[in-house]
Every structure is written in C-alpha cells, then in structure tokens.
C-alpha cells in the first residue's frame, strides 16, 4: 500500500518559487533528474509518473486498490468543497516520490563530495506563482534538452518539464470513444498543440500570447479573492447556489481553471481533466494554488503552517496572520490594488517592512531565453539572468491625487451551468468596442479578462462527477474585476460612482462565449448564462498590515438585464 505522507524527516522545508528553486544550479540538477527518474518507472508500476497522473482522471481504474469515490468513476473532485483539501495530499504523493528518486540518484554519484552535496540540496516541490509573474518560464516551455551532470558524467537529455512521454502507445488510457482516440496517439504530453506538417508540437508562442492578455487580471483576481473571501465555501470551488451570501462569486478553483485552458488550449492534454495531470505543468501549477490556499487560511489566522511559511511558524496565529498580510500586499497588491497608484507610499519597502516579510520581488525576475538546443542548466540559468531585463514586482511611481480613503469596486459576476455545451468553454469579458474575428478575442486589447471553465468533454469522458454534474445542471461561478480598466479610460479612483459608472458600463461592457478551438458560442444558446454586474464599497487600508475592508456588494441590474445572457435583478 502506497502511503502519502509527503517529505518526512526534519523541519519543514519551505517550497520555493520555481524561478527561484531554479537558480540553485545544484538543485535544478538533482530535480530534474529526479523528475526523469520517476518517468522512467515502468508505467504498470504502482509509483510511477504514469499512474499517480491518472489519480486525476483517465484511465479510471483503481489506484493501489483504492475504489474510485463516484460511482466507478474516477475520483474527480472539481467543484466539490473537497478541490483543495483533495489536491493537497495528491500534490503530496507526487512530491515523495520524485524527492526519493533525488535521494536515489545522489547515492549513485561515487563522488564523495559530490554525493555529498546533492544529498545537501533535495529539497521540496517548487510552485510556479503565476499571479506575481504569469510569463512561463523557458526552461518549462521552450527548452527541449538540457545538460545534466548525471552520476555517469555529463549527459545532454530530454527536458522532463518541457513534456511527459509516455512509454506506451494504443491503448494506454482504457477504453476510448472514436472521437478521442486522438489521446492514444501522442507520443507525449502537448500544450496548445499545433501540426507543423509533420507532427505535432506545442506552441508556447500562442500560450505567451493569452497569458499575456490576461496577466493584470489574474493578478488582481487572487489579490482580491485573499483579501475578500471570508469562508471556506467560497473560496474553496467554483460551484454557485447562491445560497449561502457571499462576498465575491470567485474562487482558486475559478482562477486556477484559467491557467489549465490558457495552457492546454484546443486539443492539449492541460486543458482537459481527464489527462492534465500527465503535464508536468500541472504539478508546479498546482503547488502553487495549494499555496494560496495556505496563505487564505493562515491569514484567517486558522493556526495551519505550510511549509512555505516556515519563516513565521513560532508566531502566533495572529501575528503570523500579520506578517502574512504584508507579504500579500507587497507581492500581489502592489500591482493589482486600484489604490496602489494614489498612496504608493502604502508599499513602500521600509528596513521595517523588509524585516517582516517573505518577499523579495527581485527573486522573480523573467527567466527567458528561447532555447531549442541542449544547454547545461547552470548555463541557461546565468546568462537568462544577465541576459534578460529584470521585471520585477516593485511599487508604482508617487502619482499626486487627492485623499481618498474608500472607493467603488466594480466587479463583472458569471453564473453558468458547468456543462452548458458539454466541452470546456470561455467567456470573455470587453470594455469598449472589440475585433469582430472571433479569433480575436483572446488577445483584443479591450479584453478586460478571460473566464475559463475548466471541464471534460462529457462526450468522452468516464468521469462519474462530470456526469452528475451534467445531469443536475450544476452551475458554477466567478468573477472578472472591472476597477482597473475602468480607470484606464480616464475615470478616477475617487469619482467611480454609480451616476457616472452605470451608463458608461451599459454602454461599453460586453461579453462574447467561445470553445476552446476559437468558435463562437452564441449566448441566445445558452440559457443558464447570467452575466451581472455588482459595485462594493472598498475601504482602503492605513498600513500595509492591513487588508482593504469590502463591504457587501449591490447589483446594478440596468446594466445587463435584456441583454443575451445579461442578469436580471437578484440573478
């Protein structure tokens, strides 16, 4: 019986940002062959790569003699109260056994001093914060080989973050209906998968694009959920009753689905549950929405130490809850708050400041190089780092304006049933006019944000969750914020009341649906789509120890009733 019990043995070691994690030469080292060594293991192997993967989803047999919680199938928890706690462990399991495979290739190098020294640096799983910086790292997108220094010398080596390849061909997710035989006939793993004419490939060039277009909103999106979501129902999943009240219609499990579609795209496996988890994206993608979720909890002062906020374990609840506040505001809020341009003094890092928080914003610069060739990771991470401009979380310029101590949030709320169209699907949200091509509208420069809704494609899949959900017409939610792009087109912070607020958005908010594959979706045909619009009063905080206070939302329904998909009054 395989037994998860994550990294043993010690104090907790603090995961760290991957762009961080990745600049330990000697520790990419060992990861990377780590990584290599738990997908060679044979894939009928209990821990092996192939087989933890499909925990997630396909190909829906029991694991370790576990029966699948849903009826025969699968053991799929999306929006379900469990999304977070079930990932957890899950991100666990993964994270034991490539650290036992680091531990096993040190003891191989008959090197003392060399074997001395990796053993040093196993550490645990890095996450990748797509919020503070969403640009993909190369070595995880780009780089197609790498140079390790391996216990038999150097070996110049297929990247295992740059794709999964499976070892079997046919056959190796079960039984599969005709329209998706097309899964059994990848080689390996894909992102946003494209043909060349002879194979096909990943294209992280239309990834960069997408990612790019929606960075400030995913930003703002977590910065808002951390300092608004008050319990664990909201913030845990995306499944929407309206009952009970909330504060917000997000959720991490809303903002994570996003990453998975922009990444996955038509036809790649990240953008279907059934087979994401085989990424390995997935894994450092993951790690870091179970550290948001960290992060929630104890600044709720919930007394749960994760091992990223080693720093703070002695302190009190309370105090840690603190401390954590100020890393918050710094790495997200900074950029993300609508205040933060006014009282940019609020984020300024004094010896104090410095004293009480985790963040180091200079850690995580852009590390990008487009390399397709073998380059020795040590080489890679140097010269990207010299190479490259430094983009840098760091406070806005001093900007003079008026005092304003509260402010109108405005907030783009969507309600759908999950399954609408029985495949995933987007909603994208505009102010002012918009590209007519529907092709377009991932990248228009009015896109104010995307919401994806991360879903198996019901026509295919052997999910027993999906298909409940499907048959009880579960309908799921979340939210773009508007405040920001708003002010872009020349309102001010302390002047975005209702008066001026209410017809300028009647007449410039638009939203559009499409597949993932960039057809349109027509809002007429789908009726379980409401599209709301709801204002809080949002009280800015004095010191950086504070979160700014929102009061309960009001729906402005003149601004979308009538109109496809538009929300009615209390809908």
Not at 360 to 371: A, F, V
Request: charged fraction near 20%; charge should be neutral; aromatic fraction near 10%.
């Amino acid at each position: 019986m395989v037994l998860t019990s994550g990294i043993t043995g010690g104090r907790p070691v603090a995961r760290q940002e991957i762009r961080v994690f990745y600049q330990d030469q000697d520790l990419m080292n060992l990861f990377l062959l780590g990584v290599i060594r738990l997908q060679e293991v044979d894939e009928s192997k209990t821990i092996s790569w192939f087989q933890i993967a499909g925990i997630h989803g396909r190909p829906y047999v029991a694991y370790d003699g576990a029966e699948p919680a849903v009826d025969g199938g699968g053991y799929c928890a999306h929006s379900t109260l469990q999304f977070p706690t079930w990932h957890r462990p899950y991100l666990a399991l993964m994270e034991q056994e490539i650290y036992k495979c680091m531990i096993q290739v040190a003891n191989e190098y008959t090197n003392s001093e060399k074997k001395a020294k990796y053993l040093e640096v196993a550490k645990k799983f890095p996450y990748w914060d797509w919020a503070a910086n969403g640009d993909i790292p190369d070595f995880i997108s780009q780089q197609l080989t790498v140079e390790l220094d391996t216990p038999n010398g150097l070996k110049t080596v297929p990247n295992p973050l740059y794709q999964y390849k499976f070892q079997k061909k046919g056959t190796t997710f079960g039984t599969l209906p005709e329209r998706a035989k097309v899964w059994d006939g990848y080689n390996y793993t894909l992102r946003s998968p494209r043909s060349n004419g002879q194979t096909v490939v990943s294209t992280p060039e239309d990834i960069e694009r997408q990612m790019a277009s929606n960075r400030a909103d995913l930003r703002t999106r977590v910065y808002n959920l951390l300092v608004n979501s008050k319990g664990y129902w909201s913030f845990s999943h995306d499944g929407w009753s309206g009952n009970p009240p909330v504060t917000t219609r997000d959720s991490i499990e809303s903002i994570h689905g996003n990453l998975h579609n922009f990444i996955g795209r038509q036809g790649g496996h990240m953008s279907s549950p059934d087979f994401a988890a085989f990424d390995p994206i997935f894994w450092f993608h993951h790690c870091n929405v179970d550290r948001l979720f960290a992060i929630w909890q104890d600044t709720r002062a919930m007394g749960y130490t994760y091992p990223e906020l080693a720093k703070w374990s002695e302190l009190k609840p309370q105090d840690k809850s603190v401390r954590l506040r100020i890393d918050v505001n710094l790495m997200y809020g900074s950029q993300a708050a609508p205040f933060a341009a006014i009282i940019p003094d609020l984020f300024k890092r004094t010896p104090e400041v410095n004293a009480n928080t985790t963040v180091d914003p200079t850690k995580l610069s852009i590390i990008k190089e487009h390399k397709t060739s073998a380059t020795p990771a040590k080489e890679v991470a140097a010269k990207a780092m010299s190479a490259q401009a430094q983009r840098v979380v760091s406070p806005p310029p001093s900007v003079a304006a008026p005092i304003v101590k509260e402010y109108n949030e405005w907030t783009a709320n969507i309600t759908v049933e999950k399954y609408a169209i029985r495949k995933p699907f987007l909603v994208h949200i505009f102010l002012g006019k918009f590209d007519t091509t529907t092709s377009n509208w991932a990248t228009d420069p009015n896109l104010v944000g995307t919401w994806s809704i991360f879903a198996n494609d019901l026509d295919t899949t052997q999910c027993a969750n999906c298909r409940n959900a499907a048959e009880q017409h579960k309908l799921i939610a979340g939210s773009i914020p508007l405040t920001r792009a708003i002010m872009k087109k020349g309102y001010e912070l302390g002047a975005l009341n209702r008066e001026k607020i209410v017809p300028f958005l009647t007449n410039e908010l638009h939203w559009r649906v499409t597949s993932l594959a960039q057809e349109d979706i027509k809002r007429e045909d789908i009726p379980s789509l409401k599209v709301s619009v709801s204002r809080s009063v949002v009280v800015i905080p004095e010191t950086l120890s504070e979160f700014p206070v929102w009061k309960p939302p009001v729906q402005e329904p003149t601004i979308t009733i009538g109109r496809p998909g538009g929300a009615a009054e209390g809908e």
